[in-house]
Each structure stands twice: as structure tokens, then as C-alpha cells.
């Protein structure tokens, strides 16, 4: 139990557009999910609290414009990198806590990189 | 505010010898704590947590943490290293509300054989 997917795994894109990346929790619901961000040899940063059917919470430093983030239902919460850069290319990682509302579970991560 | 230090960036253990991961925390108010591997290119996988309940906490792999108070610490161990340990471990940290975590720097394991 407890699985959290996301898709894609890799994402290639030019300077400029706008990428997709969706987080799904496969086996429970997850009121909450959350965006992290994690750099080469880093550890993970969160990006921002995501809540189904509202807006977004987004930490300090993190555009709000920029990384657009959707919680359409309880599986499912969407980041769309727009007008990506090279600095945006990093390792996105979602999470989704689970109904206990103790413990965030993780995704496999998705690996951007923008030319 | 809430902060994790992990103690060691890299560890390097014999195959079978005593696994130490060190973590200690920070928070103003009564924690759960976490700990999370994350082999290469892949999420992280929930290893064990602690959430109030014995202090003494059981995770997957053979691993196990005791939360100590008094010592704002929460090390992670394994009495016996195996070459599938190989990764990188988080500590976290959050309110009880479950909010956001916190994250350590990560301690790189490595296993020697």
C-alpha cells in the first residue's frame, strides 16, 4: 500500500516551454500533497503544500507564476514548470500524506532537464 | 522552526559490521520524526517513523531508531551491514500535524565488502 507514481520519469525540453508533471497516489487518498525539489548532491527542498480543490501554498523564494501547481482530486496533483531555463533542471520529487495524516509518502521523482 | 543535522555526510562500513546514522533534531513543539533512503535516481522510501508512540521504532530492512528526549536524537541503526544498504539517508522532522518535512542533509552509506 501506499504508493505514490509519477510521470514522466525524465523530461527533456527546450528553453522556453512548459512541462507537465503529475503525481498520483495510487491506493489511498491524499487530501495533501507536497512538491520538492532536490539538486545535484543535495537534500530535498520543499516547493510548495498542495490541497485538493485549493490554491496552492508555496514556500518563501518559490514563483508562484512559475512552477503552477493543480490538485484536481484526491490521486492527483499536477507542476508545470512554465518557461523552463536551464536552471531550472533539477530532480522534482511529490509526495502524499497519507489519511492518518502522520507520514508523507514519495514518488520515484522526475529527472528535468532544460537545453 | 524545525531543523535536522545529520551527523556525517559519508559512512563507510564493513559488510556485516554495526550501522550508525546519526540524527539530531530541533523543534519547538513535539515532533514525528523520519527516516528515509533514496538509492540513485529513484524517490525516497519510508524506512521507519516515529510518532509518540514506544521510543524504540522498527523499520523495514532490519532497521531500527530510538527517539531520545533528552538527547534530541534519533540515530538510525542496523547490527548488521548488507551491500544492499548502499544509499542515501534522510532524517526528517515535522509538527504533528503532519505538515511540512524537514530534511537532513543525507548521509551517503557506503558498504564495503
Known amino acids: 500500500g501506499a504508493v505514490v507514481s509519477q510521470h514522466p520519469s525524465w523530461v527533456i525540453c527546450k528553453s522556453g516551454t512548459s512541462v507537465k508533471i503529475e503525481c498520483r497516489s495510487l491506493d489511498f487518498q491524499a487530501t495533501t500533497m507536497f512538491w520538492y525539489r532536490q539538486f545535484p548532491k543535495q537534500s530535498l527542498m520543499l516547493m510548495a503544500t498542495?490541497?485538493?480543490?485549493?490554491?496552492?501554498?508555496?514556500e518563501q523564494g518559490v514563483e508562484k507564476d512559475k512552477f503552477l501547481i493543480n490538485h484536481a482530486s484526491l490521486t492527483l496533483s499536477t507542476l508545470t514548470v512554465t518557461s523552463a531555463h536551464p536552471e531550472d533542471s533539477s530532480f522534482y520529487i511529490c509526495?502524499?500524506?497519507?489519511?492518518?495524516?502522520?507520514?508523507?509518502?514519495f514518488g520515484p521523482g522526475t529527472r528535468l532537464l532544460v537545453l | 522552526a524545525q531543523s535536522v543535522t545529520q551527523l556525517g555526510s559519508h559512512v563507510s562500513v564493513s559488510e556485516g559490521a554495526l550501522v550508525l546514522l546519526r540524527c539530531n533534531y530541533s523543534?519547538?513543539?513535539?515532533?514525528?520524526l523520519f527516516w528515509y533512503v533514496q538509492y540513485p535516481n529513484q524517490g525516497l522510501q519510508l524506512l521507519l517513523k516515529?510518532?509518540?508512540?514506544?521510543?524504540l521504532v522498527k523499520g523495514i530492512n532490519g532497521f531500527e531508531a530510538e527517539f531520545k528526549k533528552s538527547e534530541t536524537s534519533f540515530h538510525l541503526t542496523k547490527p548488521s551491514a548488507h551491500m544492499s544498504d548502499a544509499a542515501e539517508y534522510f532524517c526528517?522532522?515535522?509538527?504533528?500535524?503532519?505538515?511540512?518535512?524537514?530534511f537532513g542533509a543525507g548521509t551517503i552509506l557506503r558498504v564495503k565488502s
Open positions: 523543534s519547538s513543539v513535539p515532533p514525528y
Open positions: 498542495s490541497n485538493e480543490g485549493s490554491k496552492a501554498t508555496y
Open positions: 526528517a522532522v515535522s509538527d504533528r500535524g503532519g505538515n511540512k518535512l524537514v
Open positions: 509526495s502524499a500524506r497519507d489519511t492518518s495524516g502522520e507520514t508523507q509518502y
Open positions: 516515529y510518532t509518540s508512540a514506544a521510543t
